[in-house]
């Protein structure tokens, strides 16, 4: 003990510790639910103080007592990387399944309602045609089926670009939240960078840029690099192609760069290309590459939602592109068909048949949203009869007078078989919801599997980095007994102090 | 391993959605009564689903169409009973005629009217209609099969001897008429010129029993039972596609059967077992929700004074 009064200034710093341990465990306490908050611990040291007996006893080299080394931030940066990446799969499994069950909807099957049924009674229609070729009434019931068909043709194209046109909404709001972000983390780079120059604790900034790159990963396949102080570089794309998004070299500084869509303008199709501008380098040392961003340099995310956005707008294998080029292929297979069929045959004013589908703007491909019936195409036109008016009446007999105009239903007949052909819009368009159907079960499940991976991984973060009240509840009990013990030290010594001043020579 | 109030909430959260998600689903087949609510609940069986609805609206055409075969071909089949009926009875009238010989004028007349009257009879009922077609006429466009010229007395052919066939079964096309000429022999196309028909063979009879009952021969006879014959013949054809058309009809109402069974397979559910399905996943879902509620109270809070 060094001096009179050594023991007091002890037993205080032990007082100053326990209170500044209840501070944190009421921060603890007030953030149990606060998203993306580590929880924090008051690290103590034993001040050198008693280091040795008997040496030092006589000659104590320090105060003694405890003091708070620093305020722990308690996460395991192995789960938190785990984390993000999990959740950047977990959001491409959410957009996949989102995006292929808007697509699925587009095809109510099966139902009553359904192109399937609208197009095996479209073939129905031609029945009756053939017992009964020489009436308008069977002969309007069939145009009225082929119209049927062709306008839910044109609805479900235009109800597919409806969701390309949606998906691309999403993806510019993507892009929108993702500049923001990497502004943000610049702004957090600049404020840590400061802080720890400082000597301040960072905890809060810390755990602000551990949810705003966890925001990030959800978005794009964003790549995090950290430097000594806390402070982050993040660069998007796969190598070689990666791109900094946002950049920060320690002792330096940095910046954020931007990502632009391509949504084309009136004259040029959107091809919803990713570029990356802003100019800002990569960090120095490079991080994944020394490539520039100086204007606008393509990028292809390989995560998070802006890949999956990316994938569903574009690709012609698994996106919204598939199914359309498809739904296109059912338009020209019906349209193939049922022409030729017309063409094999002679209508009810006894000329060849003429094409019964056309296409609404002129050109000459079919597709499910030009794919219309024919302007002028009449009742009469619907070519039923499979009996040339030319030739023989007899067909035993050359030399017998033309048959002429007739009531034959034959080629009816066999527009009735046509949705059995192996090249018929129906088998088409079967494929296609099979196709669908198939993709958004695999989506479906991608999604379940991952959610379960996900939600073990969150488990695993939240149990190394939450809160646990009933733990912090003990340690409350732990500071509140060391807090009271060293009041009790203080208040022993003050006896004795009173005794030695008060009590003795008086 | 370490447990927080946060770890614990994604345990019970993932529980009790997938508890729920469970039940709507279950729920949402129990309401609309179908196992397959979109193509992603089951891929194959949707294509399935959507070939057999395809299969099932066709065969119910197939048995429209059979109908509609069976319907035409009965009334042909009735024509021809009755016109062989009446071809018969001008069998027995030649007999007579040649019995008779040239002496009685008067009777060889009066069998002369009876001959054209069967003429006139087998006129008309050679333009029987089916759904306002002339059954004999093939594919025309007339309203008759056969007119009898105004000056000549010839009965002569306006329709077309083309066929008329019905789809009945995925790959049976049925020819459900005979030709004129199958039915009744080659015919005049024009009433200036006599055919070689039941109604020239006919009006031969008559003009030779009207005009010189002498010239009235056996040939007659052969002539007139040639035509019944050809007649008996096309409706033995008639009747033959008649049995065809029937027995497609037949294996089409049990295919019918089968599709529907298959299709109701595939496509609605299993009432009792989706009850017990919907009730179980509901008492999962609630125990989820009881036990995460009771644990979710305890804290070392409640224990300390």
């Known amino acids: 003990m060094g001096s009179t009064f050594g023991g007091i200034v002890q037993a205080g710093t032990g007082l100053t510790a326990a209170s500044y341990g209840l501070q944190v465990v009421s921060q603890n306490i007030d953030n149990v639910d606060t998203p993306g908050y580590t929880r924090q611990s008051a690290q103590q040291v034993s001040l050198d103080g008693v280091p040795g007996v008997p040496i030092t006893y006589v000659n104590p080299s320090g105060l003694g007592g405890v003091g708070i080394a620093s305020t722990a931030r308690l996460n395991d940066p192995v789960v938190d990387s785990r984390s993000r990446t999990e959740h950047g799969r977990q959001a491409i499994a959410d957009t996949n399944q989102t995006v292929m069950s808007q697509v699925e909807n587009v095809f109510p099957e099966p139902s009553d309602t359904g192109l399937t049924e609208q197009l095996n009674d479209f073939w129905k229609t031609f029945s009756p045609l053939t017992s009964d070729a020489g009436s308008d009434a069977p002969r309007s019931v069939v145009l009225g089926a082929a119209a049927t068909v062709v306008s839910t043709l044109n609805a479900m194209s235009q109800s597919l670009d409806d969701v390309s046109a949606s998906t691309a909404q999403s993806l510019n709001n993507t892009v929108t939240d993702v500049n923001a972000e990497a502004v943000q983390l610049n702004t957090l780079n600049k404020q840590i960078a400061i802080g720890v120059g400082a000597g301040q604790s960072v905890n809060q900034l810390l755990d602000q840029r551990d949810v705003i790159l966890g925001s990030l990963a959800t978005q794009v396949d964003a790549k995090p690099t950290f430097n000594q102080d806390g402070t982050v570089s993040v660069a998007i794309g796969t190598a070689p192609n990666t791109q900094p998004l946002v950049s920060w070299t320690y002792h330096v500084g940095g910046g954020a760069n931007q990502i632009n869509v391509d949504n084309g303008d009136p004259s040029t199709p959107a091809t919803y290309a990713l570029t990356v501008s802003g100019g800002v380098p990569s960090a120095v040392p490079p991080i994944v590459s020394t490539t520039p961003a100086p204007t606008a340099t393509a990028v292809v995310p390989t995560g998070g939602e802006m890949s999956s956005f990316y994938t569903m707008l574009t690709s012609t294998a698994t996106g919204i592109p598939a199914y359309k080029a498809q739904l296109d292929t059912v338009a020209q297979k019906l349209a193939a068909s049922m022409n030729n069929q017309q063409a094999a045959g002679w209508d009810l004013n006894g000329n060849a048949g003429v094409a019964m589908f056309a296409t609404s703007d002129g050109s000459s491909t079919f597709t499910a949203a030009n794919i219309t019936v024919a302007s002028g195409f009449t009742d009469a036109n619907i070519a039923a009869s499979s009996i040339d008016p030319t030739s023989p009446s007899d067909p035993s007999d050359p030399s017998s007078p033309a048959v002429g105009i007739n009531l034959d239903g034959g080629n009816a007949m066999a527009a009735s078989m046509l949705g059995t052909t192996a090249t018929s819009p129906d088998k088409e368009y079967q494929s296609l919801v099979g196709n669908i159907g198939q993709a958004s079960k695999l989506a479906t499940q991608a999604q379940a599997t991952q959610t379960s991976v996900t939600t073990a991984v969150d488990q695993l973060r939240t149990a190394a980095s939450g809160v646990s009240t009933d733990e912090e509840i003990s340690n409350l009990l732990t500071y509140q007994r060391s807090y009271q013990a060293s009041s009790r030290v203080i208040s022993t010594l003050d006896d004795m102090l009173d005794t030695l001043i008060n009590k003795m020579g008086v | ?305």
């Open chain 2, 1 to 305: 391993m370490r447990v927080t109030d946060s770890s614990m909430k994604y345990g019970s959260l993932q529980g009790i959605e997938s508890a729920n998600s469970r039940l709507q689903s279950l729920n949402l087949q129990m309401s609309t009564g179908n196992q397959i609510t979109k193509p992603s609940d089951d891929p194959s069986n949707t294509v399935r689903a959507l070939q057999l609805r395809g299969d099932v609206k066709r065969n119910s055409q197939f048995a429209a169409n059979a109908n509609d075969a069976i319907g035409y071909m009965s009334t042909a089949d009735s024509a021809y009973q009755q016109m062989i009926s009446i071809a018969q009875k001008a069998q027995t009238l030649v007999v007579q005629g040649l019995n008779t010989g040239t002496a009685d004028a008067t009777s060889n007349t009066a069998l002369a009217d009876q001959v054209h009257s069967i003429r006139e009879e087998m006129l008309s009922l050679s333009n029987t209609e089916y759904n306002g077609r002339p059954v004999f006429g093939g594919n025309t466009t007339s309203d008759v099969a056969y007119k009898e010229d105004a000056t000549t007395g010839n009965v002569y052919f306006v329709g077309d001897q083309t066929t008329v066939n019905r789809q009945v079964g995925e790959t049976t096309v049925v020819q459900i008429n005979q030709t004129a000429t199958d039915a009744f022999g080659a015919p005049s196309t024009s009433g200036s010129t006599p055919g070689s028909d039941i109604f020239s063979v006919l009006q031969n009879i008559e003009s030779a029993l009207r005009n010189s009952p002498s010239t009235l021969s056996a040939s007659d006879l052969s002539a007139i039972g040639a035509s019944v014959t050809t007649m008996s013949a096309a409706q033995a054809k008639e009747g033959a596609a008649y049995n065809r058309v029937t027995v497609t009809q037949a294996a089409a109402t049990t295919t019918n059967l089968a599709l529907t069974t298959e299709l109701s397979n595939i496509q609605d559910i299993d009432l009792a077992a989706q009850a017990v399905a919907v009730s179980t996943a509901s008492v999962t879902y609630q125990s989820a929700l009881q036990t995460t509620a009771n644990i979710r109270q305890m804290s070392l809070l409640n224990f300390l004074q």
